[in-house]
């Protein structure tokens, strides 16, 4: 009896355009688009010119410096400052007049470099320039100590040579995880929303629970019916949403496909994902139903659900800072949580078995007190039937 009220639930629920709206068209438009944000400009590493103010009298030693730069294109002016602050350029750079001649005095001439801290391109030029100082400044030490005869070596006992941890692209993989856990949870998150909002709080909007529970259907076949409908929905639209991301990424872009190397473990990696969308899904749809539960109707629903959804994003920012070797079983047995940790380790190329069956575990429990908990509901006319 269950098989027919879920099949029933399905069709009903496939029926509506807003269903698919969110199954299916969502996952493959936020896809595409976000693979083209990826590529097309955060990966972009082509030179950008950036308009860099320079005061008039600034020595010839400092604007020849500042002039090996390709990033930047200078402007001179009589107060830089004002130009960064109208927006006519990024940086401002002054120094002293004689800094050449101060130099060779060794009265530590000032070149100072400023820039608006709430700007990324100017903070980037700042620091591009700061860099290109300080090289020169370690050039002329070096230069004046040989001079003096003294060996620049003995100035630098040891060397510090600063290498990551992976031989790969970093950048490239560490922004397909924040994207992948972004878009396979929000996928699932939005999958099964409009059938949750439909299939308790829409019915009693619409009068036709009281119906159904005229029926000889036992209300466990029934709440059974209808949760499982909503969790295949979640289910599809995550699955079609990694679907498409992987597809696009090796598709459309280049950086991104070379980074995520999945030819020698696609199938542990498929399994993995595929295990993790399913407890993920039916985890949320219980809650999601729960919640439905509670509301009298549609917009009390879509009220409750918001706030819970945005919610479910917190464990993505606890996250974003936190690499895959870092991630324990702590963050593997917290529900929710324990999503993005698996998505991440995955995308990096780490497959643990334990991790999995920690994932399962922690949200099937979960999943049995959410459930248990709307199925008590559900037995309560005051719940089932709202307050018509």
Not at 19 to 37: Q, R, Y
Not at 43 to 72: C, G, P, R
Not at 215 to 231: C, D, F, M
Not at 299 to 327: D, H
Request: hydrophobic share 50%; net charge negative.
């Amino acid at each position: 009896m269950t098989w027919h009220v879920f099949i029933k639930e399905l069709k009903d629920s496939i029926r509506d355009r807003k269903t698919i709206m969110l199954s299916v068209m969502l996952p493959i438009l936020f896809n595409i688009g976000l693979l083209f944000f990826m590529e097309k400009i955060i990966m972009d590493d082509s030179v950008e010119q950036v308009n860099v103010a320079v005061e008039q009298n600034t020595d010839k030693l400092v604007l020849n410096w500042l002039e090996e730069l390709d990033e930047i294109e200078i402007v001179s002016t009589d107060d830089p400052v004002h130009l960064v602050e109208e927006g006519e350029a990024l940086v401002a750079v002054s120094a002293d007049e004689n800094f050449s001649l101060k130099l060779e005095n060794n009265e530590m001439p000032e070149v100072i470099v400023q820039a608006d801290p709430t700007s990324t391109k100017g903070g980037s030029t700042q620091d591009l320039i700061a860099n290109t100082l300080a090289l020169k400044q370690q050039e002329y030490i070096q230069q004046y100590l040989v001079e003096s005869n003294i060996d620049p070596t003995s100035l630098e006992p040891f060397k510090i040579n600063i290498k990551s941890m992976s031989e790969g692209d970093d950048t490239s993989l560490y922004l397909i995880s924040i994207f992948a856990q972004l878009i396979i949870v929000l996928a699932v998150l939005m999958g099964g929303l409009p059938a949750a909002n439909d299939l308790f709080a829409g019915e009693k909007e619409r009068k036709t629970m009281e119906a159904l529970l005229m029926t000889p259907v036992n209300r466990l076949h029934i709440i059974i019916g209808k949760w499982l409908a909503i969790s295949t929905l979640s289910m599809v639209s995550g699955i079609f949403s990694v679907i498409t991301f992987i597809i696009g990424v090796n598709v459309f872009t280049e950086k991104l496909a070379d980074a995520l190397q999945l030819d020698e473990n696609i199938g542990f990696f498929t399994i993995s994902l595929l295990v993790g969308i399913i407890f993920f899904a039916l985890l949320i749809s219980s809650l999601q139903m729960l919640i439905s539960l509670m509301a009298n109707n549609l917009k009390e629903a879509q009220n409750y659900i918001s706030p819970i959804t945005t919610l479910a994003m917190v464990p993505y920012f606890i996250l974003i800072g936190v690499s895959a070797n870092e991630l324990s079983t702590m963050h593997f047995l917290i529900p929710f949580l324990n999503i993005y940790a698996l998505i991440k380790q995955l995308i990096y190329g780490i497959y643990d078995t334990t991790s999995l069956l920690l994932v399962a575990g922690s949200s099937a429990a979960f999943i049995c007190l959410t459930f248990f908990i709307a199925y008590a509901m559900f037995m309560k006319s005051k719940w089932v039937l709202g307050k018509s």
